[in-house]
């Protein structure tokens, strides 16, 4: 299994990720929350990846540390939930406010998240609030806040700011028109496409 991969970062298309292990380029797919934390293209980076084998690919999904990755594979672990769906959950929410949202029982919280509707939210509190019920509490889980633009950096992409906020939302499972709906609702000239994308993420919960 590939556990974590370190290179150097050479495109930025959220939710994927390209980066470069010496010659090698490794295409992984990141929840939003881990995908803010990354550094400018061209920058060395590390990601915790989980491997996934299926008859017809093979896919990397990466996270910015083990405790978020560690909540993804409980996720998947549940019945009807698969990678994608993970990696929309974990867009939508950061893990703690997931967490909250399981422990609390707030089956209304977890079906504002695409995908997820309230028999599947009800699923999920039932099967994962006692497994999660010590997740996290030996270690910090709480994600580093994005600090927004950084100087110089280049994301590469081949549509506009809104276009790519657009394609990552509808890549995380929301429908064309939902997704048109939550970008022109936060969309403003010269935002970029990171900041159209967590606005966006944040008035859909």
């Known amino acids: 299994m590939i556990g974590r991969i370190q ?9 994927g990720v390209l980066i470069d292990v010496n010659g090698v380029g490794y295409e992984i797919q990141m929840p939003m ?38 909540l993804f594979r409980e996720l998947i672990k549940a019945n009807g939930v698969g990678p994608k769906l993970g990696l929309t959950i974990l867009s ?25 509707g309230k028999k599947t939210a009800e699923r999920l509190v039932v099967e994962l609030k006692d497994r999660l019920a010590n997740f996290g509490k030996t270690e910090n889980i709480t994600l ?15 549509n506009d700011a809104r276009e790519e906020a657009l394609s990552a939302l509808v890549a995380l499972g929301y429908k064309p ?22 606005d966006a993420l944040k008035a859909a919960i």
């Not at 980076?45 to 008859?55: D, N």
């Not at 540390?65 to 560690?70: I, L, S, V, W």
């Not at 600090?147 to 081949?158: D, K, N």
């Not at 028109?177 to 967590?198: C, F, H, N, P, W």
């Open 33 to 70: 929350t881990s995908f803010y934390q990354l550094p400018a293209v061209g920058e060395n980076v590390t990601v915790f990846t989980h491997f996934v084998v299926r008859e017809d690919a093979q896919l990397l999904f990466g996270f910015a540390d083990k405790m978020e990755r560690g």
């Open 177 to 198: 028109a939902q997704a048109s709906k939550l970008v022109s609702g936060v969309y403003k000239d010269g935002m970029e496409s990171e900041t159209v994308i967590r």
């Open 7 to 15: 290179g150097l970062l050479i495109e930025k298309q959220p939710p």
């Open 144 to 158: 580093p806040a994005n600090t927004g633009e950084r100087p110089g950096e280049t994301i590469v992409a081949v």
């Open 92 to 116: 939508g929410m950061s893990a703690p406010q997931f967490l909250s949202s399981v422990q609390n029982e707030d089956v209304t919280a977890l079906v504002s998240l695409p995908g997820i």
